[in-house]
C-alpha cells in the first residue's frame, strides 16, 4: 500500500498503464513539459517521449477527433480537456463519432478511448472551468460516464476505463485532486464500470451521489446518525453511465426513502434519471417522495456565491429533514 492523493494516484495509474501497454498515448494542451494544469500527467513525457505524451494546440476538437481516429486504428489514446466546460467544442466527437463508431460499423470498429476532464466545484474557478455537464452525456448512448470520489476509486476506475473496449469519459472532480489522502495498493486492480458502492449502510434514507459530492453527503449522513440517531445510507455510483440498478433499488427498497445529490444543475440533471428508475421499478416501496438536492437552473456561479449555488451541508440537511417528515 502506498498513501496518496487522488492527483497522485491518477498519475501513477497513468504511468503504470504506459508502462504496461505501449499502445496508450496521451495528449491535450500543456499535458507534456508542463504535466497539466493540475499536474496529473507530471514527469510522463520525461518517461515516455514526445511521441506517447503529446502536446496539443488549444483545440478540443481536434484533440477528441484525432484520438476517435488513433483509437479506430489500434492505438489506446487517453485525450484530455483541460477543464470540462471546455468540453462543448468536442461534442460532436465524442456523441457523433466516438459513442457510435461500434454501433455504426455493425462491430467492426470500436473506439477504446479515455476522455479525461478536471469538473465540479468548490475552487472558485473562473466561468466555464467547473461546470457539471455529466447528465449531457449520459443521453448518449455508447458513451460511458465515470466519476471517482476518492483516490482508490480513481485508480481502479482509470484503470478500467483504459482497458475498456469503448470509449470513457471520466470526470475528476477538482476539489478532491488533493483534498485528502488515502491508502492505495500499488498492485493492479481494477473497479467494474457500472458497479457503485455502498460507501455507508443504514436503514432509515437512502441518499445517492458521486464524484465530489460524496465526502460531504458521508459527512453529513454521519452528524445526522451521531446527532438525530437515524441511520442513512450513502451510496456513491461511481459512474451514472452505465447506471448500477441493482444497487440503487436494493437500498431503496430496504430504507423506503431516497434523496439525490449532485452539483450539476437540477433539470434534466441525472438525479432525473435515477428517481426516475425508482418510480418505475421501487414506487411501491416508497414511504416518501424522492428529493433532489442539486446546482440550481442557472449558468455556474460567479465565486462569491459559488458556496451557496453548490449542495452544501445545510441544504443535504434540510432535504434530510424533508424526506425523513413524511
Known sequence: MTVLTMIEAINLTLKNEMERDDRIICLGEDIGKNGGVFRATDGLQAIFGLDR??????????????????AARGLRPVAEIQ???????AMDQMASQAARLRFRSGGRLSAPMV??????????????????LEGVFLHSPGLKVVMPSSPYDAKG???????????VLFLEPMKLYRAFKQEVPETDYM??????????EGEDLTVIAWGPTVPLVHQVAEQWEQQQNVSIEV??????????????????KKTGRAMIVHEAVKTGGPGAEISALINEKALF??????????????????????????????????????????
Open 83 to 89: 477543464f470540462f466546460g471546455f468540453i462543448y467544442e
Open 157 to 167: 476506475l482509470l484503470t478500467a476505463a483504459i482497458r475498456d473496449n469503448d470509449p
Open 115 to 132: 476522455i479525461r476532464a478536471p469538473f465540479g466545484g468548490g475552487v472558485k474557478t473562473p466561468e466555464l472551468h467547473s461546470d457539471s
Open 191 to 200: 473497479i467494474e464500470l457500472g458497479r457503485a458502492n455502498v460507501v455507508k
Open 53 to 70: 505524451v503529446v502536446d496539443t494546440p488549444i483545440a478540443e476538437s481536434a484533440i477528441v477527433g484525432a484520438a476517435v481516429g488513433m
Open 235 to 252: 451510496i456513491d455510483l461511481r459512474t451514472i453511465s452505465p447506471i448500477d440498478e441493482d444497487t440503487i433499488l436494493a437500498s431503496v
Open 285 to 326: 416501496y416508497l414511504s416518501a417522495p424522492i428529493l433532489r438536492v442539486a446546482g440550481f437552473d442557472t449558468p455556474y456561479p460567479v465565486p462569491s456565491v459559488e458556496d451557496d449555488w453548490l449542495p452544501n451541508a445545510k441544504r443535504i440537511s434540510q432535504g434530510i429533514s424533508e424526506v425523513l417528515a413524511h
